[in-house]
């Protein structure tokens, strides 16, 4: 075999028998609601994003199925906790239980702390809590998704430095592709260094 044809048989694509979700890596994060009684819950959502700037806007895809869609529908309210290497496990463990049957929060030890804005819970433990209000929910298929205003974001004071700098780097941030978590790796570069005058 020459060494042509040995580069094309390595770069070879296969075609998928059927088309599915391939967009990895995603944010694995805690997602806080509460019923219209105050009864509080945790899911963990892979199928989250940013959608907009100006307004603020994110979005979560929610199961129909899930214990949390129907507080989220009912409610209008919702809370982005992003996670850490050290909440990995609870963020796992609030995707594989239903809060039907268990209290989350009891379970994996984590604070249920009061938001500013939002009528449900923020997870203390959480480095950054992005408090949403609901602005459209589209029925896609298996899951629905929720389009959100973010009305406050609270950060754990730990990670600003004197001059104002938020470092979100240092908090140990992970991620989740084909069902493993993964921790952030490397800095490569910052938004813009491609373009960056070298200095002489």
């Known amino acids: 075999m020459s060494g042509k044809e040995e580069r094309h048989e390595k770069n070879h694509k296969i075609l998928f028998p059927k088309p599915g979700n391939m967009l990895y890596p995603v944010p694995a994060v805690m997602v806080s ?27 979560i895809s ?10 989220i529908r009912d409610t209008g309210e919702f809370v982005i906790n992003l996670t850490t290497e050290k909440l990995m496990k609870a963020a796992d463990f609030c995707g594989v239980r239903s ?18 804005e939002v009528s449900v819970p923020l997870i203390l433990e959480s480095p950054v809590n992005i408090e949403c209000r609901v602005t459209h ?18 950060a754990d004071s730990q990670y600003m430095d004197s001059q104002g700098r938020f470092h979100l780097e240092e908090a140990g941030l992970i991620t989740y592709s084909h069902g493993k978590y993964f921790s952030l790796g490397k800095n490569l570069g910052f938004f813009g260094c491609s373009v960056q005058k070298k200095r002489r």
């Open 99 to 116: 809060g039907r049957n268990i209290d989350k929060w009891k379970a994996c030890g984590l604070t249920a702390a009061e938001a500013t």
């Open 62 to 71: 929610v199961r129909k199925s899930r214990f949390s869609h129907d507080m």
């Open 137 to 154: 929910m589209l029925e896609l298929g298996s899951h629905d998704m929720f389009l959100a205003t973010v009305v406050a974001v609270d």
């Open 33 to 59: 609601c509460a019923d219209k009684s105050g009864r509080s819950n945790i899911l963990t959502v892979a199928w989250a994003g940013t959608i907009c700037s100006d307004p603020p806007m994110v979005s």
